[in-house]
């Protein structure tokens, strides 16, 4: 399959210095890739070079072969890359659907935000049956979910998730990553950053091992998994 | 339709029909001057939402467009020589205007500040307001006040009604714009800076633009709101119009009826105002009415944070969800 997102050789860093170094990637269009790597190694400098927020010191970042280097995050936004951060995003005071609905504020369309909306309550129940309840009513998995939604609403190529795990009970964890699968089966990109690498890798069409701002292993999500050194340096495995 | 919905249509068609014929069931002047006065507060408070409750804004300063409005006023009647009756009405949206074009030069300043600063700044807007009124003697008449032309010929049960539907277009005016910004993509631009400024910029909503677009309309009705006042009143003095109770009372009609909410600021004016009226008929010039505001505004923070609406809506949620579930 071909690249959809190419990082090429790719050195950045912040004003201490170099976080990745050289840095190779590909992104396949139609896969799930996840990155898995210890804290520091340089997870969240890659989307943030992604989406614009830190320009690359050296190296290429092309989005469907066109460079996306130095565009604003806004730009890069309406190029089709969306991200989803770490953190909560959503508006707490305001409404699931009216925080759905902001997913798509640049969007002038009407007709064609009220199709997306469509699309978005069929594919994610909660946001129907919890439209017109506060945000911060729902829990941490619902929010995460409500998240993914406001995502789609500009009908993105590519979609980026920070850690969407992160602070959730297993159960509802499972839940989290069964919807990255269903948004993945319906014809999203998806780029997944993961501390979970069971769980991250388990779902990956393709996975990267990042160390020190370096690629140290790639290949198929599973292979990456069931890599002997992996499983014993970031999945707990005894040799 | 659910039956809530159809008593609410019933509730606000009653509310809206009494309100027209207010001045005709009760004439004398003593219950139509309270009835200028509520819906003068029902209009300010709602204006007043606009930028506080939907934005998260805090204004302490909106008595500036009161007293520029009601300034405006007494300065174009007294200078372009209108005669008394109701041609002095149509000055009022010139005066809606010149407030606007002032909160659109205050706004571009204060609107720089967040939080508690910006909460001082308005009020330092609204005293240098009330400085220029007492030191442009001139112009304003400085300390001795601001005549307006006087409609003698309303005479005795009369004079008060022409000046209550005035004020009560006026509040419909900020009703429906409230009720139209609260469904646009405006309006949720607003709430979004509301919850979180640098998450909207973040997704698309020009954050500077909008502030000060909502700072501007929400001073109009505010500005058109004093020119009636200083026609009805037909004196005005600088601490009189500029004056931080106003503003305080707004502020405190729409955390006790729920801030941002369309209904809110309504009900807050409807308790409100009637109570603090007989306050000051009772205790005359002690102000002793300013201690019934402050437990007012202490038992609304303590039990009252959201406010009446909110809280009641909550509920109502709740008992509806009970009632859901098996």
Same mark, same amino acid.
């Given at each position: 399959?071909?690249?959809?997102?190419?990082?090429?050789r790719?050195?950045?860093?912040?004003?201490g210095?170099?976080?990745?170094?050289?840095?190779?990637?590909?992104?396949?269009?139609?896969?799930?890739?996840?990155?898995?790597?210890?804290?520091?190694?340089?997870?969240?400098?890659?989307?943030?070079?992604?989406?614009?927020?830190?320009?690359?010191?050296?190296?290429?970042?092309?989005?469907?072969?066109a460079?996306?280097?130095?565009?604003?995050?806004?730009?890069?936004?309406?190029?089709?890359?969306?991200?989803?951060?770490?953190?909560?995003?959503?508006?707490?005071?305001?409404?699931?659907?009216?925080?759905?609905?902001?997913?798509?504020?640049?969007?002038?369309?009407?007709?064609?935000?009220?199709?997306?909306?469509?699309?978005?309550?069929?594919?994610?129940?909660?946001v129907?049956?919890?439209?017109?309840?506060?945000?911060?009513s729902?829990?941490?998995?619902?929010?995460?979910?409500?998240?993914?939604?406001?995502?789609?609403?500009?009908?993105?190529?590519?979609?980026?998730?920070?850690?969407?795990?992160?602070?959730?009970?297993?159960?509802t964890?499972?839940?989290?990553?069964?919807?990255?699968?269903?948004?993945?089966?319906?014809?999203?990109?998806?780029?997944?950053?993961?501390?979970?690498?069971?769980?991250?890798?388990?779902?990956?069409?393709?996975?990267?091992?990042?160390?020190?701002?370096?690629?140290?292993?790639?290949?198929?999500?599973?292979?990456?998994?069931?890599?002997?050194?992996?499983?014993?340096?970031?999945?707990?495995?005894?040799? | 339709?659910?039956?809530?919905?159809? +008593?609410?249509?019933?509730? +606000?068609l009653?509310?809206?029909?009494?309100?027209?014929?207010?001045?005709?069931?009760?004439?004398?002047?003593?219950?139509?001057?309270?009835?200028?006065?509520?819906?003068?507060?029902?209009?300010?408070?709602?204006?007043?939402?606009?930028?506080?409750?939907?934005?998260?804004?805090?204004?302490?300063?909106?008595a500036?467009?009161f007293?520029?409005?009601?300034?405006?006023l007494? +300065?174009?009647?007294?200078?372009?020589?209108?005669?008394?009756?109701?041609?002095?009405? %149509?000055?009022?949206?010139?005066?809606?205007?010149?407030?606007?074009?002032?909160?659109?030069?205050?706004?571009?300043?204060?609107?720089?500040?967040?939080?508690?600063?910006?909460?001082?700044?308005?009020?330092?807007?609204?005293?240098?307001?009330?400085?220029? @009124?007492?030191?442009?003697?001139?112009?304003?008449?400085?300390g001795?006040?601001?005549?307006?032309?006087?409609?003698?010929?309303w005479?005795? *049960?009369?004079?008060?009604?022409?000046?209550?539907?005035?004020? %009560?277009?006026?509040?419909?005016?900020?009703?429906?714009?409230?009720?139209?910004?609260?469904r646009?993509?405006?309006?949720?631009?607003?709430?979004?800076?509301?919850?979180?400024?640098?998450?909207?910029?973040?997704?698309?909503?020009?954050?500077?633009?909008?502030?000060?677009?909502? $700072?501007?309309?929400?001073?109009?009705?505010?500005?058109?709101?004093?020119?009636?006042?200083?026609?009805?009143?037909?004196?005005?003095?600088?601490? $009189?119009?500029? *004056?931080?109770?106003?503003?305080?009372?707004?502020?405190?009609?729409?955390?006790?009826?729920?801030?941002?909410?369309? @209904?809110?600021?309504?009900?807050?004016?409807?308790?409100?105002?009637?109570?603090?009226?007989?306050f000051?008929?009772?205790?005359?010039?002690?102000?002793?009415?300013?201690?019934?505001?402050?437990?007012?505004?202490? %038992?609304?923070?303590?039990?009252? #944070?959201?406010?009446?609406?909110?809280?009641?809506?909550?509920?109502?949620?709740?008992?509806?969800?009970? %009632?859901?579930? #098996?």
């Amino acid at each position: 399959m071909a690249g959809l997102l190419e990082l090429e050789r790719v050195t950045a860093g912040y004003g201490g210095g170099d976080i990745l170094h050289e840095l190779d990637l590909s992104v396949e269009d139609g896969g799930i890739t996840c990155i898995v790597g210890p804290n520091g190694a340089g997870k969240s400098t890659i989307l943030r070079v992604v989406s614009g927020l830190l320009r690359p010191r050296l190296g290429a970042i092309r989005f469907r072969g066109a460079s996306i280097v130095g565009l604003t995050p806004r730009a890069i936004l309406q190029r089709g890359i969306v991200q989803v951060p770490q953190e909560r995003s959503l508006f707490p005071t305001m409404t699931v659907w009216e925080n759905v609905r902001m997913g798509a504020y640049t969007e002038r369309d009407q007709r064609l935000i009220d199709r997306r909306l469509e699309e978005v309550c069929e594919a994610f129940t909660v946001v129907r049956e919890r439209r017109d309840e506060p945000a911060a009513s729902l829990s941490g998995g619902q929010q995460k979910i409500v998240e993914f939604a406001r995502a789609l609403m500009l009908d993105p190529a590519l979609v980026i998730l920070d850690e969407p795990s992160m602070g959730l009970d297993p159960k509802t964890r499972s839940t989290v990553f069964e919807t990255i699968r269903a948004m993945n089966r319906a014809g999203r990109t998806i780029l997944l950053v993961e501390q979970n690498a069971r769980s991250g890798l388990g779902l990956a069409s393709h996975g990267v091992v990042l160390e020190s701002g370096r690629v140290r292993l790639e290949g198929d999500g599973p292979a990456v998994l069931n890599n002997p050194e992996i499983s014993r340096l970031y999945l707990g495995a005894t040799a | 339709m659910s039956r809530l919905r159809v +008593l609410k249509r019933v509730g +606000l068609l009653a509310a809206i029909v009494i309100a027209l014929i207010l001045p005709l069931i009760a004439p004398d002047p003593s219950t139509t001057n309270l009835a200028v006065f509520t819906v003068m507060y029902i209009g300010l408070a709602t204006s007043w939402n606009i930028m506080g409750g939907y934005t998260g804004y805090i204004s302490l300063g909106h008595a500036a467009f009161f007293g520029f409005g009601a300034y405006s006023l007494g +300065l174009l009647s007294n200078h372009l020589n209108v005669a008394p009756g109701y041609a002095p009405f %149509l000055l009022v949206p010139v005066a809606g205007v010149i407030s606007g074009l002032v909160a659109v030069l205050i706004g571009w300043i204060a609107l720089r500040t967040r939080a508690a600063t910006f909460v001082i700044v308005t009020i330092a807007f609204m005293f240098m307001g009330q400085l220029l @009124a007492e030191n442009l003697v001139k112009l304003t008449g400085g300390g001795a006040g601001l005549g307006f032309p006087y409609p003698q010929q309303w005479g005795g *049960d009369f004079y008060n009604t022409p000046f209550y539907y005035a004020m %009560l277009a006026l509040a419909f005016l900020a009703l429906a714009t409230s009720w139209t910004i609260r469904r646009s993509k405006f309006g949720l631009g607003l709430l979004a800076i509301r919850d979180d400024e640098d998450k909207a910029l973040a997704v698309g909503v020009p954050t500077r633009r909008f502030k000060l677009a909502a $700072f501007t309309i929400s001073a109009i009705p505010v500005g058109m709101i004093g020119a009636v006042y200083g026609y009805y009143v037909t004196y005005v003095y600088p601490q $009189f119009v500029f *004056d931080p109770l106003i503003g305080i009372s707004m502020v405190l009609m729409v955390f006790l009826g729920g801030l941002g909410t369309l @209904a809110g600021p309504v009900l807050g004016a409807l308790l409100l105002e009637p109570a603090q009226l007989q306050f000051a008929y009772r205790f005359g010039a002690s102000r002793l009415y300013l201690v019934f505001y402050a437990a007012v505004f202490l %038992l609304v923070m303590l039990f009252l #944070p959201r406010g009446v609406v909110p809280s009641v809506q909550e509920l109502l949620q709740r008992r509806r969800q009970e %009632l859901a579930s #098996p």
